[in-house]
DNA sequence: ATTGAATATTCCTGTAAAGGAATATTCTAA
DNA sequence: TTAGAATATTCCTTTACAGGAATATTCAAT
């Protein structure tokens, strides 16, 4: 993950990268089979592969002249990571000094 | 969320607009108070916080003639969520399944 | 009512990126 | 080595969006 993450949540900022990123959680496709299921076009489904593979999300594997995406985990690890950072949250502390301030300014 | 989540991940796909986001996890802040931490402009600090608003990442309370900006839990809460339908692939399951294919395959 | 501080909005411009169509590349099989 | 399938790349056009500068709005205090 870059240094504040801009690149994965850019690359799943795309619906079709996203439609893309959901079909691969059941196992690795190649470019033809994920453009059929999507109904898009070759081209782009290459297009879009590409700008998920540079952002980690994605490896491929070639086998003859078919190439097989499949998905990674780090960068879902990584933004478990990140998610982490954020979790008090909800934990209601961050809500009552809110609360607290609120009421001192009155 | 939106049905793709793309709304929130392009939210947080803009490095300034995550710089603000990390630094609302300390509390709320004044646009002033952020666009100068930040050392941006107060018309970008300001035109950042409308997209978070509208992603959902942000809302605003007003006091005076001061909005105070602070983080809301529920996109990170979904993004968990989200993030839930793809554990298993640091499960190992998925990454047998594939040798177990790729060794058929010899 | 007027002023000034804080914030939002508008207009403009440049740039990045997505889709379409065509073409190039790579590999297999014969 | 040629043909064809699978994939990648290039070129073009259009659109979305970020930043800058200027201006509008909103509110409190006097």
Known sequence: MDEENTTLFAALAE???MR???LLRSGPLSVGEIAERLEMR???ASKH???LQQAGVVEVRAEANRRHYRLRSE???E???WLAGYQRLWNERFDRLDDYLRNEEE
Request: aromatic residues 6%; charged residues 15%; positive net charge.
């Open 15 to 17: 619906p079709s990268r």
């Open 20 to 22: 893309i990123v959901s």
């Open 42 to 44: 070759q081209p782009q």
């Open 49 to 51: 592969l590409k700008v």
């Open 75 to 77: 960068p879902f690890q």
């Open 79 to 81: 933004m478990e990571n």
